[in-house]
């Protein structure tokens, strides 16, 4: 059989993907304890509703996944595409690929995101969605970049505050690999 090599690998702790070396930020008992905390804050804040999550693909595919598992409330999911990202800087430019599923008038929504960065998306989003007459609208990021965070709704449930570098893996990605990992990664040689 031929050689093959693979552009994103693990070794050693160390992700490889395309020309970066990536080294572990957040592991994976600390994701997991940080959205059960979440989870613990949706289910009290949203007692006796229905509530309609509506996750940002592709990153938020893993964090929807497994918050999903932990809240007890009535829920519906649906899910829409839109992308700002080419590479490791934002082009400022959202597009709108895949719109929501599932319908939202009077419904309580959640947006579910992987990261909120400038908060372009999240503009975009809210003015797509808000047409739509929900009951409420609220956002719940896994990570959130405040530094430059430049938009207006803030996210209301967050897992982690972080400084403005440039992170991969657990759904997120770089030049779309690195995606499918269970712990989150920075640059290698960066500090935090
Ligand atoms: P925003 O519109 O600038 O808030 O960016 C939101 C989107 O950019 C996220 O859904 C991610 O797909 C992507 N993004 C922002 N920061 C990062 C990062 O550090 N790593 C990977 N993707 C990122």
Redesign the pocket.
């Given at each position: 059989m031929k050689n093959r090599t693979f552009a994103a690998k693990l070794v050693d702790k160390v992700l490889q993907i395309h020309d970066k070396t990536f080294e572990i930020f957040i592991k994976d008992e600390e994701i997991q304890a940080e959205i059960a905390t979440l989870a613990a804050r949706i289910n009290a804040d949203y007692a006796g509703k229905e509530v309609v999550f509506v996750a940002?693909l592709n990153?938020a595919f893993m964090f929807a996944s497994d918050l999903m598992k932990e809240v007890n409330l009535p829920a519906e999911i649906a899910f829409v595409k839109v992308s700002?990202?080419q590479g490791m800087n934002?082009t400022g430019r959202?597009d709108e690929v895949i719109g929501v599923t599932r319908p939202i008038k009077n419904k309580h929504v959640i947006i579910l995101?992987?990261?909120?960065?400038?908060?372009?998306?999240?503009e975009k989003l809210f003015t797509l969605l808000s047409v739509e007459h929900p009951a409420s609208i609220e956002i719940a990021a896994l990570l959130y970049k405040p530094e430059a965070f430049k938009g207006k709704h803030t996210p209301t449930y967050v897992g982690f505050s972080i400084p403005n570098k440039?992170?991969?893996g657990y759904g997120?990605?770089y030049n779309e690999l690195g995606r499918n990992t269970r712990h989150i990664y920075q640059l290698k040689g960066e500090s935090h």
């Open positions: 940002v990153g700002s990202y934002s959202v995101e992987d990261i909120v960065d400038t908060g372009i998306t999240m440039f992170v991969v997120l990605d």
